[in-house]
């Protein structure tokens, strides 16, 4: 909020629409003005001004409901697996809608622009939004694709059909993926990613490229002070294969398997000690106490 300035926002359906701003510095005025009573089946005759009002009064609920849930749009675990996971619905099999799928967060990012329509929306209106998002012409996104895409989104919860009609409307838990979707992809997900390898190296903070820095080089420093003597018993010469196979791998995986080595080794030397239980063994880094395994 800035000094002496005013927010509004307008939402228009034809002549008709819904403002919300402030009034005397306090929050929130909706209202909304009907222009024309036909769009919303009735007739200008003073005895249907009841029905009118329920219908505004019913559009700003609508629209104030939907504010509410973008600003706390948390999901249980069992809608997130509901909507991720494949499930079958009356005997029908549909795929999940998987998190990491573009096109499943174009439908969601489509779906959030028609959360107020009050006629809910077509096969055409969503596939020329999603060709767009897409950024692909309207004739590659086929109907047939889009047939399946409202089918997946009318099994799974977040849409659904509105009666004797081919429109859809939005469910109430469709508006709660819809925004948590979009949110944690355009939010967290992407610029996360994009700044943990490497992105945008001009960036004035840069925390999680910065947090991951320093873990790497937790890592790296701690299997410097767990080096291991080297093997006297061999040396690899320059030229041996094996040595060529060993520069491919990575040195901590290397570590890994030397100390996973030297572990067994200490096993199969208490093995042959027997009994005594009490005797130690020194190696590079010291004396160690070989106990006795069954």
Known sequence: MSSHKVPSLHVGY??????QYFKEDHALRTETTINNTYDFGLDCRLE????????????????????????????????????????????????GLRFDDHQVIGLLQTLCGFLLLPNGF???????????????????YSSGRMTY???RLRLHGPIERIPHTHRYQVTEM??????????????????????SWGGCPESPNRAIANAMNKLDQAIGASFQQA???PCETRSICEDDSESKLLKHIPECHLKA???IIWS???????????????????????????????
């Open 48 to 95: 249907n001004l009841p029905d009118l009002r329920a219908i505004g009064f019913a559009a700003n609920c609508h629209l104030l409901e939907v504010e509410t849930i973008s600003q706390d749009c948390s999901l249980a675990e069992g809608v997130f697996e509901q909507i991720t996971r494949p499930r079958v619905v009356d005997g029908k099999r549909v795929s």
């Open 174 to 195: 469709g508006t709660r993926v819809a925004f948590f979707f979009t949110k944690i992809h355009s939010r967290i997900s992407r610029p996360g990613l994009s700044e």
């Open 264 to 294: 067994k080794t200490i096993i199969l030397r208490t093995n042959v000690l027997g009994t005594n239980s009490s005797h130690k063994s020194s190696n590079a880094t010291g004396s160690l106490p070989i106990h006795t395994i069954g």
């Open 122 to 140: 077509s096969n055409a209106s969503m596939r020329q939004w999603m060709a767009q998002i897409l950024g692909i012409p309207v004739d590659q």
């Open 227 to 229: 080096k291991l003597a």
């Open 257 to 259: 398997i030397f100390e």
């Open 14 to 19: 034809k002549p008709s629409k819904i403002k």
């Open 149 to 151: 895409d409202l089918r």
